[in-house]
């Protein structure tokens, strides 16, 4: 993913497409929050999602399953949203609750949580002097942001991430839009958990469309498990990184993602039925 746009054609300009994708068919709606639902701001505290956008979403839910996947922590992501009728997946797909309040910790973070713990505080003592950074310590992972740094910060993040990365083969990292994330070295990300939800809510049949909509690098794991099976939207706003994503439409930015899922609201075939367990 690079700065300017990739070679994707517009989900927007081509409804007409999607609307004969999606005839006849159920849908199933998962959707990242940074970028996605929300704009991307400088410090995480501060991501909100608009009364709009929560309105438009809510209207999608009572249509079809809506499933918000977030590299958040699960209860941070379902305060911003403020809906009780969707699931959440917090962690990269780690832990994930359902409208009814169950809850299916799919990938076990509990025997990482001290070696976490002391990533985290290693990371302050070297980062603390670094103007900007921001150390945020979560349930399955640490998130080091560098939105807020100059060039030289950015490098001196970089080079105590993989340090530490190097001394702490139990762990692995992935990078975003400004940010390294630190998590537990378990075969788990975003795909294989929009797969496994497909089978447990009962939305993995040929009548079932996934549609997935996401603007970061952690996103490309769905794009790729979805292959061949789903419509796959990227959010190009604020790109960071190198290589065009694995998507099959592109939407600018949040106001653009509002607009499609309006549309596939309107186009929703009785899903819902689908949440059930």
Known sequence: ?????????????????????????????????????????????????????????????????????????????????????????????????????????LADCTKFHDLLEEVGEALERKLGPVEGVIIEPKSCSVAVHYRLTDEAGAVAVKAAVEGLLAS???????SGKKVYEILPGLDWDKGKAVLWMLKALDLDGPDVVPVYVGD??????????????????????????????AADYCVKDPDEVEILLTFLADRANGGGKGMAR
Do not use: Q
Request: with cysteine; charged share 30%.
């Open 216 to 245: 970061d690098i952690t996103d490309e794991d769905a794009f790729n498990a979805l292959e061949g099976r789903g419509i796959r939207v990227y959010v190009t706003d604020g790109v960071d990184g190198d290589g065009p994503p």
């Open 168 to 174: 702490h083969p139990r762990l692995r990292g992935v």
């Open 1 to 105: 993913m690079n700065p300017k746009e990739p070679a994707l054609p517009s989900a927007l300009s081509h409804r007409n497409e999607l609307a004969a994708r999606l005839e006849g068919k159920r849908l199933a709606v998962f959707l990242d929050f940074d970028g996605t639902l929300a704009p991307v701001v400088d410090r995480p505290d501060m991501a909100a999602l608009s009364d709009s956008m929560r309105r438009t979403v809510g209207a999608l839910a009572e249509r079809c399953p809506v499933i918000v996947i977030s590299g958040r922590d699960r209860k941070d992501v379902h305060e911003r949203v403020g809906l009780d009728t969707l699931v959440y997946a917090g962690s990269h797909g780690f832990d994930i609750a359902w409208p009814d309040d169950g809850t299916e910790p």
